[in-house]
Nanobody, 124 residues
Framework: QVQLVESGGGLVQAGGSLRLSCAAS????????MGWFRQVPGKEREFVAAISGSGGTVSYADSVKGRFTISRNNAKNTVFLQMNSLKPEDTAVYYCATRDKMGLLFDSTTYDYWGQGTQVTVSS
């Protein structure tokens, strides 16, 4: 059974940084893409960043390009999201996800497994 556990969320001032981690278990980690998504109450979940199984391909939402960096350590079954220059509009619950099938990295409907989420709050 695939399990994803996020950590690293918290409260930070605008301009600050946070590093989210997502530990995966239950299958061969390096074979599958991983994504980060976020959701604000009352709004749809939105794509943040994603990375292919090998780490050779990454994709970012326009809103986070140049500020966020996704990476993975396949030896430790962990994916990271380094978030710099945080803005109040980055406040959300952040989820990591993985999938069994191919598809566009930014398409949330192609992801089969989701973590429980971690809250990120950026104060102005």
């Amino acid at each position: 059974q695939v399990q994803l556990v996020e950590s690293g969320g918290g409260l930070v001032q605008a301009g600050g940084s946070l590093r989210l981690s997502c530990a995966a278990s239950g299958r061969t980690f390096s074979s599958y893409a991983m994504g980060w998504f976020r959701q604000v109450p009352g709004k749809e979940r939105e794509f943040v960043a994603a990375i292919s199984g090998s780490g050779g391909t990454v994709s970012y939402a326009d809103s986070v390009k140049g500020r966020f960096t996704i990476s993975r350590n396949n030896a430790k079954n962990t994916v990271f999201l380094q978030m710099n220059s945080l803005k109040p509009e980055d406040t959300a619950v952040y989820y990591c996800a993985t999938r069994d099938k191919m598809g566009l990295l930014f398409d949330s409907t192609t992801y089969d497994y989701w973590g429980q989420g971690t809250q990120v709050t950026v104060s102005s």
